[in-house]
């Protein structure tokens, strides 16, 4: 069935990089939009970063401009998040979301990894 | 960016009870709202989009209504799987943005 799985959260040092990863299957992962979606029991649900599905069009939230990169690479169904410059705020639930391009909303969830930024 | 202020924050309700849940934008978003519904320990799962439309497999009893500015969801007789958090969400403008959630809980 189509599924999505995240992996790549931990604890890391305020300051310090990580590299999240989801993986795709059941589904052909290069017809579809990715995002990465954050929760927070603070902030709730935090839109971060959106890449089209022939990676050309990138976008991301103010929150993580110019500290997060997010790409992916179709051949081996996968999305992932550079995270670079954590701070304790970036601390959350990472999801990566699917979106199809007739319907612009997000379809389908992995169940999430956690990031910890601590000292 | 478009803020969504979703009220109440939370709800106590029984089953067989009928409810609406309210979405304000900031700025209009014409009919580019979504309402998505999470439970403890998962991830949101994709209820209604476009503001009315029903998502696949999800039930009649859930119907999602406005434009512009004002949005509803209405669960027309809850079931105990329904009590759950519910968030709308906007694709308008960029940055996509969530609502905070609404929590329906059983009395």
């Known amino acids: 069935q189509e599924q999505m799985v995240e992996s790549g959260g931990g604890l890391v040092k305020p300051g310090g990089s990580l590299r999240l990863s989801c993986a795709g299957s059941?589904?052909?992962?290069?017809?579809?939009?990715m995002n990465w979606v954050r929760q927070t029991p603070g902030k709730g649900l935090e839109w971060i970063s959106y890449?089209?599905?022939?990676?050309?069009?990138?976008f991301y939230a103010d929150s993580v401009q110019g500290r997060f990169t997010i790409s992916r690479d179709n051949a081996k169904n996968s999305l992932y998040l550079q995270m670079d410059s954590l701070r304790v705020e970036d601390s959350a639930i990472y999801y990566c979301?699917?979106?199809?391009?007739?319907?612009?909303?997000?379809?389908?969830w992995g169940k999430g990894t956690t990031v910890t930024v601590s000292s | 960016e478009i803020v969504l202020t979703q009220s109440p924050a939370t709800l106590s309700l029984s089953p067989g009870e009928r409810v609406t849940l309210s979405c304000r934008a900031s700025?209009?978003?014409?009919?580019?709202l979504a309402w998505y519904q999470q439970k403890p320990g998962q991830a949101p799962r994709l209820l209604i989009y476009?503001?009315?439309n029903r998502a696949t497999g999800i039930p009649a009893r859930f119907r999602g209504g406005g434009s512009g500015t004002d949005f509803t969801l209405t669960i027309s007789s809850l079931e105990a799987d329904d009590f759950a958090v519910y968030y709308c969400?906007?694709?308008?403008?960029?940055?996509?943005?969530f609502g905070q959630g609404t929590k329906l809980e059983i009395k």
């Open positions: 979301a699917r979106e199809p391009r007739y319907l612009y909303y997000f379809d389908l």
């Open positions: 059941g589904f052909i992962f290069g017809d579809f939009f």
């Open positions: 890449i089209s599905s022939s990676g050309s069009s990138i």
């Open positions: 700025q209009s978003v014409s009919t580019y």
């Open positions: 476009d503001a009315s």
């Open positions: 969400q906007q694709r308008s403008i960029w940055p996509r943005s």
